[in-house]
């Protein structure tokens, strides 16, 4: 099986903030559970260039738009891999290979009779890098981008007519009720068809800072009708179709609620026009809000998630962003909770658990590990943990999931105090009672230790290592956990402690 699952790509007129990473962060937790699975996955990130806003950015450093892109793709290389964000593809738009893609995809919409020219006249945000209608306006100014006028453009533009697909795309929403989520996301996208779509303007002219179209060289793009085609770009498509047959349609495009409107709407029917398959989920993820309105650069309330790592540590953070919300709702980010959770959850809970297990282990029986007992209670229930995580994740339920693995946690320490393996220590007649309470939490944590591995890599590759001597197999850790037991006399390593509890100075 295979699994292609994409992030909206970044525009870099500014290094990334928190509000991009849980994007980022979220979606490689999904490819890390899927490829846990044994899928085969492709997970695509990349950075959104053909911006006016881009070139500006680039300006003003006195450089070239291309020489400034160049800059950042090092910039957000870097802060993705520092939290521990693997994609296997990244694309920039301004790759030859994605000229190819959007002039050979625009060539099948000029064929479909789906292109005209036509004068638009009409306001622009190139905060939104979008045209606004009047009504979208407050006091005539856009309500993301107070701080900057729209501007009243009038250009002789290509049309997409966007209005012939409003019939077929309402029958794939009713075909496919899981095509776009979560319901709220939906429900907006079905009254806006209801309502009836209006044909989109998708030229700019006036500038050379994108990928001009095949049949009218003069105008190039617009960054968004660009942009949407970096998913099926990333698949080789159009130069190697075998290849593009293997990822296209993507499994999850994973995008902020605000760009569902162009994932749902505008993407589809590019792609109907184009004669192209679509894509079989879109997730509109909610905001990252703080001081009572949403994180982002244009509304100058960010959080460098970099800056919040180095402090809680990468896992605590990546942590903290699944388990906070339900996804797909707002998260009201506080450092209070990111650090309480820190603190309950991984240094009293998962951390507790592991030293603690270790430690007893290491007193006791020089580390070894005895075969786990055939009937228990607690591994049962850890099993049971399995099955409930995998529908979680499978729905896209990360806090549930999270939940569920937490539960073994939960179980665990609350079984030594049930069983207080400290007295059978005492008692030489209670061995093989303590070797298999001993069991019981090794083979607890090493459950605990796979369901985490999407949220905490590093981390819970430490703690596999140290539980079972094998570094932890990152392409079946799901799907061969129900089930899973450290192999009888295997020798646990006591490491050092896997979240040590932070105290963070007040003030
Ligand atoms: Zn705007």
């Known amino acids: 099986m295979r699994y292609y699952i994409t992030t909206a790509i970044d525009y870099v007129n500014s290094r990334p903030h928190l509000g991009t990473a849980y994007e980022k962060i979220t979606a490689d937790v999904l490819a890390r559970y899927q490829r846990g699975l044994g899928n085969e996955v492709r997970f695509l990130m990349g950075n959104d260039e053909h911006s006016q806003k881009v070139a500006a950015a680039g300006r003003k450093e006195g450089l070239t738009p291309l020489e400034w892109c160049e800059r950042m793709e090092g910039v957000f290389r870097e802060a993705w891999s520092a939290l521990e964000i693997e994609p296997d593809v990244f694309i920039r738009t301004s790759e030859a290979r994605h000229r190819t893609a959007v002039q050979a995809l625009a060539q099948r919409i000029k064929d479909a009779g789906d292109f005209y ?261 607690l591994l049962a229930r850890a099993d049971a943990a399995v099955d409930t995580y995998r529908t979680c994740m499978d729905a896209l339920d990360l806090r549930g999931a999270l939940a569920a693995a937490t539960l073994i946690v939960t179980e665990a320490n609350a079984h030594v105090d049930r069983t207080q393996p400290f007295a059978m220590a005492k008692d030489p007649a209670r061995a093989a009672e303590l070797d298999a309470v001993l069991a019981e939490l090794s083979n607890s944590l090493l459950l605990a230790c796979r369901l985490h591995h999407p949220f905490m890599p590093a981390k819970m590759e430490q703690l596999h290592l140290e539980l079972t001597g094998l570094p932890l197999d990152r392409s079946s850790s799901i799907r061969t956990a129900r089930g899973a037991r450290i192999a009888a006399g295997t020798r646990i390593a006591k490491g050092a402690p896997l979240f040590p509890r932070i105290e963070v100075a007040k003030g």
């Open 117 to 377: 020219e036509g004068e638009y006249e009409g306001w622009y945000c190139v905060g939104c890098e979008a045209f606004k209608r009047e009504e979208d306006l407050k006091d005539g100014l856009c309500p993301d981008h107070a701080a900057r006028k729209p501007e009243w453009l009038k250009e002789k533009n290509w049309f997409f007519k966007l209005s012939r697909w409003s019939d077929a795309l309402k029958a794939h929403y009713a075909a496919h009720p899981d095509f776009v989520q979560p319901d709220s996301r939906r429900n907006e996208l079905l009254a806006l068809l209801e309502r009836g779509l209006d044909d989109i303007s998708v030229s700019r002219a006036g500038t050379d800072w994108g990928i001009p179209f095949p049949f009218d060289s003069r105008v190039v793009v617009y960054v968004w009708f660009d942009a949407l085609i970096n998913y099926i770009t990333a698949t080789g498509w159009p130069v190697d179709e075998a290849e593009s047959a293997k990822w296209w349609p993507a499994d999850l495009h994973l995008v902020g609620k605000d760009i569902t409107r162009f994932h749902g709407v505008v993407w589809p029917a590019m792609l109907l026009s184009a004669g192209l398959p679509l894509p079989r989920k879109i997730f509109g993820h909610g905001f990252v809000n703080s001081g009572g309105g949403r994180m982002s650069k244009d509304a100058g309330r960010v959080t460098d998630p970099l800056e919040l790592s180095r402090t809680y540590g990468v896992a605590a953070l990546r942590y903290y962003l699944c388990a906070e919300a339900v996804f797909g709702t707002d998260l009201d980010f506080s450092e209070e909770r990111l650090l309480a959770r820190a603190n309950s959850d991984l240094a009293n809970g998962l951390g507790n658990l592991a030293a603690r297990t270790a430690g007893m282990l290491v007193r006791w029986r020089e580390g070894v590990v005895a075969a786990a007992p055939a009937s228990s209670a």
